[in-house]
């Protein structure tokens, strides 16, 4: 499932032997272009952050402080009704993304675009019974990364053929 439409602007289109194929090394920097580097830490939590306001949302069904809390750009183009109704399929999964605040991410993919003024964050985290899939786009305003865009959806865990 990927949240499409007003949130996202690249929807996460990813199929499960992608996330075995792209899987990041332990490499401390994700993303680096001329002087900036996201270290993995920081972008464990950015999602892990992200996570828990959706999380919020979903269990309070008010998602005003989700939208408040991303960029302005995303707050003016998004009001909370348009905001839940998009992250509706999620929340009727009925899964806990509390989870993701205890299991490491796994992060396929970490690009800075835009002069270094945005960030793409895509992976998932490994939960059970069903994996959370985020595509997540930030913007770096004022010293401070803002979520601008956003894909979040749950998939059938991943079978390791080596069994």
Known sequence: MSITGIITRRPLR?????FVLLGLGATPALAQQDDLTIERSFAEALVRDLMTAI???????????LRDYAAPSFGADND????AA???????????????????????KA?????????????????QPEHVSFDL???LEENRWWMSGMSVGTFEPIEDDAD
Request: proline share 6%; hydrophobic share 45%; with cysteine.
């Open 14 to 18: 990813a199929c499960a032997a992608a």
């Open 55 to 65: 999380n919020h949302g979903n269990v309070t069904g008010n998602y005003t402080v």
């Open 80 to 83: 909370p009704t348009e905001v």
């Open 86 to 108: 998009a992250l509706a399929p999620l929340r009727q999964t009925g899964i806990d993304l509390l989870q993701t605040l205890a299991i490491d991410p796994v992060i396929l």
């Open 111 to 127: 690009e800075l675009g835009n002069e270094n003024r945005e960030l793409q964050l895509t992976g998932y985290f490994p939960l």
């Open 137 to 139: 786009l930030f913007r």
